[in-house]
């Protein structure tokens, strides 16, 4: 799995992103943003996943959209990303976009590791993830979760239901006394995934709403 380092590599806060290569290019720019947006000092790690359905897919589901159906290799991810994550005296947050936002929830139900997931535009879709939810309690204090505002208007009747999964996993998560904020951003999947992915990341940090798009896209283009 290759990995790609941003930031203070002895911070305190290390913040963990799984990724395939239709976002591992836009990583620096989010690690920019995310800078600019917090006094923390903090380290990124982006790591990137060989097999995007199967190795961030925690049980075995069949295809929604074209032939690939979903492996089972979450757990296998998840030792790999343990691996990052040794030092006690360090506080460790992962996140993801999508599938990656998935996996990120889904690991924080194996393990206490991490002090909040950063989901945006999470895959809660998948399968029986709901039911999953239902079943397990969580085991790190903070969530944040977005979606976009089109995301549910689709003619998959699987990848549809994800605006009702997303409210329903929210109320879980605030029924049981998880710190957890959704937030709803303008457009479909593919809109902005780096600007979702900062605003999840800096909201978990320090639990405040990340600056608005305009303000994200005028530093990207300094």
């Known amino acids: 799995m290759d990995v790609i380092e941003y930031g203070n590599p002895i911070a305190e806060t290390v913040l963990i992103q799984l990724a395939g290569d239709h976002d591992i290019g836009t990583i620096k720019s989010e690690y920019d943003s995310i800078k600019e947006n917090t006094e923390k ?129 929210y109320g879980l998560l605030k029924e049981r006394g998880t710190d957890c904020t959704l937030e709803w951003n303008p457009g479909n999947h593919f809109r902005d995934p780096e600007w979702r992915m900062a605003k999840a990341f800096a909201w978990v940090m320090e639990r405040k709403i990340f600056k608005e798009k305009s303000e994200f896209l005028q530093s990207k283009s300094r």
Request: proline residues 4%.
């Open 41 to 169: 000092e903090f380290r990124l790690i982006a790591m990137k996943v060989d097999d995007w359905n199967r190795d961030l897919s925690p049980w075995e589901a069949p295809a929604v959209f074209g032939k690939e159906g979903f492996g089972e290799g979450a757990l296998d991810t998840l030792s790999a990303v343990r691996k990052y994550c040794a030092d006690q005296n360090r506080k460790y947050y992962i996140g993801g976009y999508s599938l990656a936002g998935l996996f990120a929830l889904w690991a924080a139900y194996q393990t206490d590791l991490f002090q909040g997931v950063a989901a945006a535009s999470p895959s809660v879709w998948f399968p029986k993830f709901t039911e999953y939810m239902k079943a397990h309690e969580i085991k790190c204090p903070a969530v944040y979760l977005s979606l976009g505002d089109k995301e549910e208007k689709t003619r998959n009747l699987v990848m549809a239901s994800v605006g009702e999964k997303i409210r329903q996993a």
